[in-house]
C-alpha cells in the first residue's frame, strides 16, 4: 500500500508491505542506514528514531503507521557539517566505541534533554533504559549527555 | 511476520463494523506488545486495525473522585499528567515505570489491559485500584476483568474505549523489574481506598491477583512491619529463567512491603 511521510524534513513516499517495519522502510528504501536493528525484541534501542518529536522504536513500528508524521533520524541532526550538540557531546566525551548502539543513544538522549533539561546522572541512566551498549560501559556516555545539557 | 492486510479507521464504529466482519482480524494501539509478538510470527492476523487515528479515544480528565484515562492515552502521558500525578501518584509512577521511555511513548492503558501479560504492570495497577474498564459496549470492574494469562473478559471484538479509577487514600506500586526488557518479575500495587485495603500483584502467577492475607493484616496496621513475616504460596507461581516460584514468593512479601512504606 502506498505511504507517504516526511523524513528530516523531506516528504517522502512508498509503496510498501503492510508488514514493512519503519526501520526496514528508512535503511532499504531511504538508504537512511544510521539506525541500526539491533535486537528485533524492542530492547536495544539501536532502531531509535523520533517520530513527531517523540522517541520511538522504529523496529516496532510499521512503515505504514508512520503515514503523514515527521520522522528525524540520526541523518537528521547535523546541519551541514555543523553537528548538532548531541553528537558534538558524544564525540568530545568519547562516548562511543563500535558506534553501534550509538544513533539510538543520540536520538534517545535528545528526547531526554526536550524532557528534562538538566538531568541528574540518575535521571539520565534511567532514561536510558531503553538504550543497551556492549562496549562502552556507559560512563562516557552519561558524560556525553551531561555535557550536551551544559549546552 | 507473516503478510496481513492493514486499516487506520477513523471512528470508533468503522473499527467495530471492520472487527465484526473479519474473524482473524486484531486491533492494534500501541503495538508494543501486538508488533512484537507477530515478528515472532506467535501471532498472525489476516488484517491488522489500527486504532491510532481515533483521537477520541486518548485523553485524561479527572477530579478529586476519580480518573478517567482514554484507552489510546500513552504509558508516557499519563506519567507526565497533573491529573494523574495529583490525584492519584501511585499511578503516575507505575505508568513511568513501564519498559523504558520509547516504550511508554507508544504503549496504551488499553492495549496493556486488553493483553493482560502475567507480567505487565497496568493489570495491579487496576485491580488494586479497583478500577472499571469501559468498552464500546458495558463496563466491567477489575475484580472480574481479569481472568486467566493473556485472557480478559472481553468478547472478541469488544474495544475499550477508556479505564475509570477512583481516588484511593492512599496508593503505591512497588517492583522487581527483569533488567533486559524491565517486565515486573514481581509487581505489587498497594492501596487504601479509605474503606479497604487491597494489594493486588502482578509478575508472580499466571495472572493478576489479590493478596488477601496482606489486606487483612494491613487494614488493621498499615505498615511494613505488620506484613513482615506474611509468606504467599508460590506452589501455582510462575518459573522461568528469570527466576524460581520460591524466589518470585519472596519477592512478593518485599514489594508489598516497599509499596506500603511508599504510600504510608
Known amino acids: 500500500m502506498k505511504v507517504s511521510f516526511s523524513v528530516n524534513g523531506k516528504d517522502v513516499s512508498g509503496d510498501v508491505e503492510p508488514r514493512t517495519l519503519l526501520v526496514d522502510f528508512l535503511r532499504d528504501e531511504l538508504g537512511l542506514t544510521g539506525t541500526h536493528v539491533g535486537c528485533d525484541t524492542s530492547q536495544c534501542g539501536a532502531c531509535v528514531v523520533h517520530v513527531n518529536g517523540r522517541s520511538l522504536k522504529s523496529c516496532t513500528l510499521l512503515a505504514v503507521q508512520a503515514q503523514d508524521s515527521e520522522v528525524t533520524t540520526i541523518e537528521g541532526l547535523a546541519d551541514g557539517d555543523k553537528l548538532h550538540p548531541m553528537q558534538a557531546a558524544f564525540r568530545e566525551e568519547h562516548g562511543l566505541q563500535c558506534g553501534f548502539c550509538t544513533p539510538g543513544m543520540i536520538m534517545s538522549a535528545i528526547d531526554l534533554l526536550q524532557n528534562v533539561p538538566h538531568p541528574s546522572e540518575t535521571e539520565i541512566r534511567d532514561w536510558l533504559e531503553g538504550n543497551i551498549c556492549r562496549c562502552t560501559g556507559y560512563h562516557n556516555i552519561v558524560k556525553s549527555i551531561q555535557t550536551a545539557a551544559k549546552g | ?264
Not at chain 2, 501518584?89 to 505508568?95: D, H, I, K, Q, S
Not at chain 2, 459496549?137 to 494469562?149: G, P, V, Y
Open chain 2, 1 to 264: 511476520m507473516y503478510r496481513f492486510e492493514y486499516q487506520a479507521p477513523d471512528s470508533l464504529e468503522a473499527a467495530l463494523g471492520t472487527l465484526r466482519e473479519n474473524e482473524e482480524a486484531k486491533i492494534v494501539a500501541g503495538g508494543m506488545t501486538l508488533l512484537p509478538t507477530m515478528k515472532l510470527r506467535l501471532a498472525r492476523p489476516d488484517l491488522l486495525i489500527d486504532l491510532n487515528r481515533i483521537g477520541s479515544l486518548a485523553g485524561i480528565e479527572g477530579n478529586s473522585n476519580e480518573v478517567t484515562i482514554g484507552a489510546l492515552t500513552r504509558h508516557a502521558d499519563v506519567a507526565a499528567s497533573d491529573v494523574v500525578q495529583n490525584h492519584i501518584a501511585g499511578l503516575a509512577a507505575l505508568a513511568d515505570s513501564i519498559g523504558d521511555p520509547q516504550v511508554r511513548n507508544r504503549g496504551t492503558i488499553g492495549g496493556s489491559v486488553a493483553n493482560n501479560d502475567p507480567a505487565a504492570d497496568y493489570p495491579a495497577g487496576l485491580l488494586g485500584l479497583s478500577a472499571t474498564v469501559v468498552t464500546d459496549r458495558r463496563e466491567i470492574s477489575a475484580d472480574d476483568f481479569f481472568t486467566d494469562m493473556f485472557e480478559t473478559a472481553l468478547e472478541i471484538d469488544e474495544i475499550i474505549t477508556a479505564v475509570r479509577f477512583p481516588v484511593p487514600r492512599r496508593a503505591a506500586y512497588a517492583k522487581f523489574p527483569n533488567p533486559a526488557s524491565r517486565y515486573a518479575i514481581v509487581g505489587v500495587m498497594v492501596v487504601d481506598t479509605g474503606s479497604e485495603v487491597r494489594v493486588a500483584v502482578t509478575g508472580a502467577a499466571p495472572c493478576v491477583f489479590r493478596a488477601t492475607e496482606m489486606e487483612d493484616i494491613l487494614l488493621k496496621d498499615f505498615s511494613a512491619d505488620a506484613i513482615l513475616s506474611v509468606e504467599v504460596d508460590g506452589s501455582e507461581f510462575n518459573e522461568d529463567i528469570h527466576a524460581s516460584a520460591e524466589y518470585r514468593a519472596h519477592l512478593v512479601n518485599v514489594m508489598a512491603r516497599r509499596a506500603v512504606s511508599a504510600a504510608s
